[in-house]
């Protein structure tokens, strides 16, 4: 089980940062740096198996914390 920031109450970025280092431990994730892209920055996670292989695809999502919230919770 993995303990993922909840996307409630915070700004994308803010979120993307803060993700990053709670994974830190299953890898090197990429920094978002353009919100405009937040699919391609999300996409990072589909490929580090280590994560599970369930995880949302989010090139399926419009909003992004919609997609954040389904990652968190097939992450916990």
Known sequence: MTSV????GIRL????DQVVYDL???GN???LNDEKQW???AAQFLNNQS???????PYQFDNW????????EMLS
């Open 51 to 57: 994560l599970g292989l369930n995880l949302p695809n």
């Open 65 to 72: 914390q919609e997609w954040a919230e389904r990652f968190c």
């Open 39 to 41: 699919q391609d920055w």
């Open 24 to 26: 830190s431990v299953y």
């Open 5 to 8: 920031t909840r996307p409630v």
């Open 13 to 16: 970025t803010d979120w993307s």
């Open 29 to 31: 994730f990429g920094k």
